[in-house]
């Protein structure tokens, strides 16, 4: 089991940014994929992007496709995820989840993040 703990949520206008941190305890981070998704009030939890465990390759939602950015770093056990450019559908709870494979199957709590108009 992997812990996954995110912060940096929070209130912003529209055109703005924000970083979301997450942090990682008990095992072995550098072996998971990293993931990001979100759920609005309403909605179903959505993919926003991913991060792999190797080769550091991401992947990204179309809606947030260069606007977002996710890194890692290892050394912290951390993942980033930088959003710049935010519109008020970006309002969400982001959660940050961990996984072998494609499979994501630790899941932190969630940081809510809420954009005005």
């Known amino acids: 089991q992997v812990q996954l703990v995110e912060s940096g949520g929070g209130l912003v206008q529209a055109g703005g940014s924000l970083r979301l941190s997450c942090v990682a305890s008990?095992?072995?981070?550098?072996?998971?994929?990293m993931g990001w998704f979100r759920q609005a009030p309403g909605k179903e939890r959505e993919f926003v992007g991913q991060i792999r465990w190797n080769i550091r390759r991401t992947s990204y939602a179309d809606s947030v496709k260069g606007r977002f950015g996710i890194s890692r770093d290892n050394a912290k056990n951390t993942v980033y995820l930088q959003m710049s450019s935010l519109k008020p559908e970006d309002t969400a709870a982001y959660y940050c989840?961990?996984?072998?494979?494609?499979?994501?199957?630790?899941w932190g709590r969630g940081t809510q993040v809420t954009v005005s108009s």
């Open positions: 008990g095992r072995t981070f550098s072996n998971y994929n």
């Open positions: 989840a961990a996984g072998i494979g494609d499979t994501y199957d630790n």
